[in-house]
């Protein structure tokens, strides 16, 4: 009996040597010398400050700065709960959005759907719009959106409400990637963003479009992917090149 069982005891123990030790010790040590940036998880850094990864998205609202494509990884660019909404092109929830009552009882937005998304987009970068009821109906106390009644109002069955832009939006403007961690945004989003960002820097906007110009990557090796710009070294670079006014 141990005539059969010692071979294969060896060759466990071999095997779980070699690949479970050395060759993981070896490819470790390789890409600490070979790649040592993309190794340790490719940490963007100011100074010696660690402020986000290159591969890893991560979450800008303020108006000032450009502005990721939407993120359904946990509670947005988490890299703990990388995931997207799973969502078809067809869903009503993706497209129009839900609501839901939180703990206290509060109705809330449970996912804010691409037509809401087009909704704020529009607004915050004044892209030019038609709808079918002026926004104005749909604001809170403080003169805000009130993302709520917007849900509720384009899943009336009865009478939803239409938004059309009078410009093309970039896809990725409204909809999130399958992981949720997507650090890229096009270049024709990155473009529509500008007037905004412009304005609240005091700067012209042609000089935020050189700057996207310069920041734009190309596909890997020519064909892999599309152009592509990485938005926390793009707001890096605005932040050197044009910092905002106290």
């Not at 959106?145 to 069955?157: G, P, R, T």
Request: glycine share 8%; with cysteine; hydrophobic share 40%.
């Amino acid at each position: 009996m141990w005539e059969q069982i010692l071979p294969g005891l060896r060759i466990k123990i071999f095997l779980t040597i070699v690949l479970g030790v050395v060759y993981p010790l070896a490819i470790t040590g390789i890409s600490q010398v070979v790649f040592p940036k993309q190794a340790n998880g490719s940490l963007v850094k100011a100074g010696d400050k660690v402020i986000g990864s290159e591969i890893i998205g991560q979450n800008f609202a303020k108006p000032e700065y450009f502005h990721p494509r939407p993120s359904s990884a946990g509670s947005g660019y988490d890299a703990t709960a990388s995931s997207g909404s799973n969502l078809g092109p067809t869903s009503a929830k993706l497209l129009r959005g839900t609501t839901k009552m939180d703990e206290k009882k509060n109705e809330v937005v449970d996912f804010d759907g691409v037509a809401l998304r087009v909704v704020h987009y529009c607004v915050e970068n004044e892209i030019p719009y038609e709808s079918s009821a002026p926004l104005d109906q749909f604001k809170d106390a403080r003169g805000d959106l009130d993302d709520v009644k917007l849900v509720k109002a384009f899943n009336d069955d009865k009478a939803p409400l239409v938004f059309k832009p009078k410009a093309p939006i970039p896809a990725d403007a409204v909809t999130g990637s399958s992981s949720g961690l997507d650090p890229h945004i096009s270049p024709a989003n990155a473009e529509a963003q500008t007037g905004r960002i412009a304005k609240v820097r005091g700067i012209p906007a042609a000089q935020m479009k050189e700057l996207i110009a310069q920041s734009t990557e190309q596909p890997s090796l020519g064909i892999l992917g599309e152009p592509r710009v990485n938005v926390l070294k793009l707001n890096l670079m605005l932040d050197r090149r044009y910092p905002v006014r106290p």
